[in-house]
Every structure is written in C-alpha cells, then in structure tokens.
C-alpha cells in the first residue's frame, strides 16, 4: 500500500508560480515512479507529468512542457510539480499518483494509487 497526500494548492493569478507537494508513505519511495495529473471541471483526468524513481527520467505533454517541473527528494518520501507562467486553463484539481512498474505513463489507468487532490485556481 502507498498513502499520497498532495499539498500546495490555491488561488493565483495568472502569470503567477506555485509548487505543489506530494508526500508518500508505506513502501520505498524511490523503487516507484510518481506522477501528476488535473481534472479540470467538465473534462477528462489530463497527465501532466512523471519522473522516474531515481529521479533521472522525466517525461511532460506538450501543453505544460517548459513551465511545469517534477522533481522528487527521496530523503524526504515527496514528489513536487514547479508550476511557472500559470494560466486560467491550468485551474483544475491536481491529483499525484505512483507508478509501482515504474513506466512513467501518461494513462491514468497504469498507475496504482492515488492521493485526494488539490485545487489549484488561476485568475485572469
């Protein structure tokens, strides 16, 4: 089992940065891989982002490549997603999630737990 509690989330404006947390219990944080994802209102789970349990792979989709960065610390069982340039089409709740098989996919069905969320809200 692995418990995943975001963190970080609130309302910016746009243009603004954010960084939001991940901490992770209940099994050894860098044999996994770790990934974020959002649901905007109305619209589908969306990835947006996941790293490799050591922390040397990465991969983005285009739409946040370039101004979202994932990293981890494996001292401290915590994944972040660094958010630059925010825009209002980035307000969606933001969700982590770990990989036990380590793909770093973007389907959200490849991953096997999940933490609650949190809200991040982009003014104009």
């Known amino acids: 089992q692995v418990q995943l509690v975001e963190s970080g989330g609130g309302l910016v404006q746009a243009g603004d940065s954010l960084r939001l947390s991940c901490a992770a219990s209940?099994?050894?944080?860098?044999?996994?891989?770790m990934g974020w994802f959002r649901r905007a209102a109305g619209k589908d789970r969306e990835f947006v982002a996941a790293?490799?349990?050591?922390?040397?792979?990465?991969n983005y989709p285009n739409s946040v490549k370039g101004r979202f960065t994932i990293s981890r610390d494996n001292a401290k069982n915590t994944v972040y997603l660094q958010m630059n340039s925010l825009d209002p089409e980035d307000t969606a709740v933001y969700y982590c999630?770990?990989?036990?098989?380590?793909?770093?996919?973007?389907?959200?069905?490849?991953?096997?737990?999940w933490g609650q969320g949190t809200q991040v809200t982009v003014s104009s």
């Open positions: 790293i490799s349990g050591n922390g040397e792979r990465t």
């Open positions: 999630a770990a990989d036990l098989f380590g793909r770093l996919s973007p389907r959200d069905f490849d991953y096997n737990y």
């Open positions: 209940g099994r050894t944080f860098s044999d996994y891989a």
